[in-house]
């Protein structure tokens, strides 16, 4: 019923006013969806509709359009400064853009908020670095969760989301990683190699340690979709992560009379 009221509400609304902040590509899977706002005839409010994107094909992406990949399915997503790779049943939301050059208008993302799921992103080095008021250069991409924060200025990190835990976990490749706790004061730095779990209880002190061996293996899963991309492949992501012939996306195995069900959240 959610997704006919989906397709129902597209037929009666226009597309509301947007900027373009990336590109969907590389597709893996039957069940990627991009969620985009429109404006509704009759009331005048945006609401958003989904467009199932086909195994393949490139899609170009709104400044706050919301990406959804099913059980079996996997993406990757060029923005200007950053790669993300996009693992199976996995949420997010563009939230925050700026322009990059005043002169093209080409558009900067800054912030991601992962609803639930997994995401590998390789952000490139900025060129300017921005001040905050301690006078240290301010991270210019984030990642959000529900229960953490997590900031780069360059780097090849990941980040995953269990909302039924409110569980967080974030593994640096390459680079250095902050990670801040929501609702606290926590931050800690997490190094390459390392990595770090945060909950949304104040009280469980942040500790950061060598990448666990089930973790190891959630990100190289994230990582099939990037393995032939000579970016994600670097010296440190192979040190780290060992042979890319190892990223393997290992689907579960689903009841045939299941196979070919939506996923609905």
Same mark, same amino acid.
């Given at each position: 019923? @959610? %997704?006919?009221?989906?397709?129902?509400?597209?037929?009666?609304?226009?597309?509301?006013?947007?900027?373009?902040?990336?590109?969907?590509?590389?597709? &893996?899977?039957?069940?990627?969806?991009?969620?985009?706002?429109?404006?509704?005839?009759?009331?005048?409010?945006?609401?958003? #509709?989904?467009?199932?994107?086909?195994? %393949? &094909?490139?899609?170009?992406?709104?400044?706050?359009?919301?990406?959804?990949?099913?059980?079996?399915?996997?993406?990757?997503?060029?923005?200007?400064? $950053?790669?993300?790779?996009?693992?199976?049943?996995?949420?997010?939301?563009?939230?925050?853009?700026? @322009?990059?050059?005043?002169k093209s208008g080409e558009q900067e993302v800054n912030l991601?908020?992962?609803?639930?799921?997994?995401?590998?992103?390789?952000?490139?080095? $900025?060129?300017? &670095?921005? @001040?905050?008021?301690?006078?240290?250069?301010?991270?210019?991409?984030?990642?959000?969760? #529900?229960?953490?924060?997590?900031?780069?200025?360059?780097?090849?990190? #990941?980040?995953?989301?269990?909302?039924?835990?409110?569980?967080?976990?974030?593994?640096?490749?390459?680079?250095?990683?902050?990670?801040?706790?929501?609702?606290?004061?926590?931050?800690?730095?997490?190094?390459?190699?390392?990595?770090?779990?945060?909950?949304? @209880?104040?009280?469980?002190?942040?500790?950061?340690t060598a990448i666990q061996d089930s973790v190891r293996n959630?990100?190289?899963?994230? %990582?099939?979709?990037?393995?032939?991309?000579?970016?994600?492949?670097?010296?440190?992501?192979?040190?780290?992560?060992? %042979?890319?012939k190892a990223w393997v996306l290992e689907r579960e195995k689903?009841?045939?009379?299941?196979?070919?069900?939506?996923?609905?959240?």
């Amino acid at each position: 019923m @959610k %997704s006919l009221f989906l397709v129902l509400t597209a037929l009666s609304c226009i597309p509301a006013h947007a900027v373009v902040c990336g590109q969907l590509v590389g597709v &893996k899977g039957s069940s990627v969806e991009v969620l985009r706002l429109q404006r509704d005839r009759s009331t005048d409010d945006k609401v958003r #509709y989904a467009m199932k994107v086909e195994e %393949s &094909k490139v899609m170009a992406l709104d400044c706050d359009d919301v990406v959804l990949t099913g059980r079996d399915s996997s993406a990757k997503v060029i923005f200007a400064d $950053s790669k993300v790779a996009v693992g199976p049943e996995t949420r997010f939301e563009i939230s925050a853009h700026a @322009k990059r050059d005043s002169k093209s208008g080409e558009q900067e993302v800054n912030l991601l908020s992962l609803t639930y799921g997994k995401l590998r992103a390789l952000v490139s080095p $900025s060129k300017e &670095k921005t @001040k905050e008021k301690s006078g240290e250069p301010s991270a210019r991409f984030q990642i959000k969760t #529900y229960s953490a924060v997590v900031g780069v200025r360059g780097t090849d990190f #990941y980040v995953s989301y269990d909302p039924n835990a409110a569980l967080t976990e974030q593994v640096t490749i390459d680079g250095l990683v902050e990670v801040k706790q929501t609702g606290g004061q926590q931050v800690v730095q997490v190094s390459g190699g390392n990595q770090v779990v945060v909950t949304d @209880k104040p009280a469980r002190v942040l500790s950061v340690t060598a990448i666990q061996d089930s973790v190891r293996n959630d990100v190289r899963r994230v %990582s099939a979709v990037v393995r032939d991309d000579k970016e994600f492949t670097h010296v440190k992501a192979v040190e780290v992560l060992g %042979s890319p012939k190892a990223w393997v996306l290992e689907r579960e195995k689903v009841p045939e009379n299941l196979k070919n069900l939506k996923d609905e959240f």
